[in-house]
Nanobody
Framework: QVQLVDSGGGLVQAGASLRLSCAVS????????MGWFRQAPGKEREFVAA????????????DYADSVKGRFTISGDNAKNTVYLEMNNLKPEDTAVYYC???????????????WGQGTQVTVSS
């Protein structure tokens, strides 16, 4: 059974950085797409970023929402079977619950993602 565990959220000031982690069990992330979504109060869950990994997990094709491009970066540690979302220059509008998810192919659509983490709260104060 595939399980994803999100962690790393917290309360930070605007301009700070955070790194979210997504530990994968039940299969490796290599050869799959790992995505990050977020959901702010009263809003729909939205796409943030995704990485479609090679079967060797040595490279990936990244895709980022315009709102985070240049500030957020996906990376992965094959040995730990963990994917990360490095978030820099955080803004108050980045405040949300962040979820990692995995899909069989590259997509920005929530429906394409088969497994989801439980979410981790990120709060950015101004």
């Amino acid at each position: 059974q595939v399980q994803l565990v999100d962690s790393g959220g917290g309360l930070v000031q605007a301009g700070a950085s955070l790194r979210l982690s997504c530990a994968v069990s039940g299969r490796t992330f290599s050869g799959y797409t790992m995505g990050w979504f977020r959901q702010a109060p009263g809003k729909e869950r939205e796409f943030v970023a995704a990485a479609s990994w090679s079967t060797s997990a040595t490279y990936y094709v990244g895709d980022y929402a315009d709102s985070v491009k240049g500030r957020f970066t996906i990376s992965g540690d094959n040995a730990k079977n963990t994917v990360y979302l490095e978030m820099n220059n955080l803004k108050p509008e980045d405040t949300a619950v962040y979820y990692c998810a995995t899909a069989s192919s590259r997509s920005r659509s929530r429906g394409a993602y088969e497994y989801w983490g439980q979410g981790t709260q990120v709060t950015v104060s101004s």
